[in-house]
């Protein structure tokens, strides 16, 4: 790592010193493929009004036929070959974002470097891709489609906003009140919606949810598993094993628990409350009744899964007659086999010959650890031996006939519990389609009464929304901050403002509640974009105003009359007079877009 951070300091002079965004992707101009799509995807990134140059490093082969499609595709302006560079690692430090755009599946050769010098990395969905990204680095795993490579790109642009407002901590501190794994994936993946019908459905499911929770208490998620696996292998007519149908059994159990909350919650006093045909009728309804009606507990499925089943280790013995019957004659067997072996244990010439006065069993069979020297003594057939080879483990010839009987009652109790799962499996597969309705059910619940369990943490409400871009949220709390008052001169208190707005935005437009007093109100923005704190970037060795500034002409080039732009201390670090002209430069531009702006600055001109 250190000797590639040294050979990154090399000057170059070829790679534009501009301020759109820059790309990088590095691949041999003899395999076409790693950059047949390169133009594609450069031209939807153009139509998405986004300003970039891509550059490429090959080596080996021609670079026509990658620039005959560059001109094909009308982005010669944006895409630039580079040539056949010795050196890339300064390259991929000058860039912004390293793509591996390209349909190989072998190991990009320059994916680890983009990694060690800090770059976000585009990766698409080869078998590989996943192993690619080590924990922790900044990237993504997009499509193999061109179309939705670019908006892969997009969208990690785009992102920055998220971490700078800390919009993912949110989403992580979400999760954790998710109790399946699907509702916690929809947790973690949940990003702010743009549809003000959408986004007022999401804030009532997550505010009926709420009320539920104060009038029914708790509600638990735990034991609804993926069982979509499980009911693909019964639509083929396969067998569930044991731990599958208790899988099934206990999302069941989940689904009868989420019916019992849903009766108390909606008004009565308490989950074992009974509730006529004729009480139900007239429960209040609110935008959850629909999702608890779906559920059906399959009483009778689950109640015969456990009837058969104790564990994961063990079938009940009234799973059926035939079962109880084998295992009946079996207990019969073992009694006989263990007299006639307790009695050759008892005989006090034989027990000289043991090593230990015990019973074992070794393959299935009973056995008798005997002394090696001793072998000829004990008539049998010798299963197994000690490590050390002192001790023999023989079966007595006196019980092989009772062992070859007890052994063919192993196989038919095998047998049987292969029947008895296979009825079960049938059963089972009776209710697949219902088994599919409530796995989906409670997963949506799971994740919405997670956003509910994460409100009342914080104290959260729904805001009302509207499509004027009118903020105003009544007494706003950061919801990752104590609550205290920040006050006085340079103690982050502006940026804290700023961040709140920005994030309680997000937070709102993904259907979470926000820290804040009731008739709060917040806009919709397609876009939020956020220049906030120490941009300086030691890597590209930027100055903290050039590296604003980079980020501020990104802005420039999105911004729509439908964007929340936030700036703190916006042009600050350069000359007072300099700076505060370009600052009105840019918020009379903004003005002019339509854009909502939000801005925290030290200079009088502007205040």
């Not at 619940?445 to 369990?453: E, N, S, V, W």
Request: charged share 25%.
């Amino acid at each position: 790592a250190d000797y590639l951070r040294k050979r990154a300091d090399e000057s170059i002079t070829d790679m534009e010193n501009n301020e759109c965004i820059k790309l990088l992707s590095i691949g041999r101009f003899s395999e076409q493929k790693n950059f047949d799509n390169v133009p594609e995807i450069c031209k939807f990134i153009k139509e998405a009004n986004i300003e970039i140059r891509w550059y490429l490093i090959g080596y080996g082969g021609e670079e026509n036929l990658i620039r005959n499609k560059i001109k094909e595709y009308g982005v010669e302006d944006n895409v630039k070959i580079l040539g056949k560079k010795i050196n890339p690692y300064p390259y991929i430090k000058q860039c912004d974002i390293y793509v591996q755009p390209s349909r190989y599946e072998g190991k990009a050769v320059t994916v680890r470097e983009a990694q060690i010098l800090c770059k976000p990395i585009i990766i698409t969905d080869f078998t590989t891709a996943a192993s690619q990204l080590e924990d922790g680095v900044d990237g993504i795993i997009v499509p193999m489609n061109n179309k939705e490579c670019a908006q892969g790109i997009i969208n990690l642009m785009n992102e920055k906003v998220l971490k700078t407002l800390e919009y993912n901590k949110i989403i992580a501190r979400l999760a954790e009140h998710a109790s399946s794994e699907d509702a916690k994936k929809r947790c973690l993946s949940l990003t702010p919606g743009t549809d003000i019908n959408e986004i007022n459905l999401l804030q009532l499911q997550t505010k009926d949810a709420l009320n539920r929770l104060f009038k029914g208490g708790r509600i638990s998620f735990s034991g609804v598993h993926d069982i979509r696996d499980s009911l693909k292998r019964l639509e083929i007519g396969a067998s569930l094993s044991i731990t599958e149908l208790l899988r099934v059994c206990s999302l069941l159990e989940a689904a009868k628990r989420a019916k019992a909350f849903s009766r108390a919650s909606i008004g009565h006093t308490g989950p074992d409350c009974p509730v006529s045909a004729d009480e139900t009728d007239e429960l209040p309804v609110d935008s959850l009744t629909g999702f608890f009606d779906q559920i059906e507990p399959l009483t009778p499925l689950c109640d015969e899964i456990r009837r058969c089943i104790l564990s994961e280790d063990e079938i009940a013995d009234d799973a059926s007659s035939t079962l109880r019957s084998i295992r009946k004659s079996m207990r019969g067997m073992n009694d006989k086999i263990r007299a006639q072996m307790n009695s050759m244990i008892n005989n006090t010439t034989t027990r000289s010959y043991l090593q230990d006065a015990v019973i074992t069993m070794r393959d299935g069979r009973y056995c008798l650890p005997v002394k090696a020297e001793a072998k000829s003594q004990v008539p049998g057939m010798v299963h197994d031996q000690s490590s050390s080879g002192s001790t023999l483990f023989i079966e007595p010839l006196a019980v092989v006939n009772l062992n070859n009987e007890y052994k063919a009652l192993l196989m038919k109790e095998k047998e049987e519990i292969e029947v008895i799962l296979a009825n079960l499996s049938n059963l089972t597969a009776g209710y697949s389609m219902q088994l599919h309705t409530d796995y989906n059910i409670l997963t949506e619940l799971d994740f919405i009464f997670a956003k509910a369990a994460f409100a009342q943490t914080y104290n959260g409400v729904a805001p009302t929304f509207n499509t004027d871009g009118r903020i105003n949220i009544k007494k706003g709390r950061h919801p990752l901050l104590d609550a205290k008052k920040v006050t006085g001169p340079n103690t982050g208190g502006k940026t804290v403002s700023l961040k709140t707005v920005g994030l309680l935005t997000l937070m709102g437009q993904a259907g979470l509640h926000i820290p804040a007093s009731e008739r709060s109100e917040l806009g919709i923005f397609e876009e939020v974009f956020a220049d906030i704190g120490d941009e300086q970037s030691i890597e590209q060795s930027l100055s903290t105003f050039s590296s604003h500034m980079t980020n501020i002409t990104r802005i420039l080039s999105q911004v729509n009359d439908r964007s929340l732009v936030l700036f703190d201390e916006l042009c600050a670090g350069t000359d007072p007079t300099e700076g505060a002209a370009l600052a009105i430069s840019i918020l009379s531009k903004l003005k002019l877009y339509g854009a909502r702006v939000m801005a925290t600055t030290h200079y009088s001109e502007l205040k």
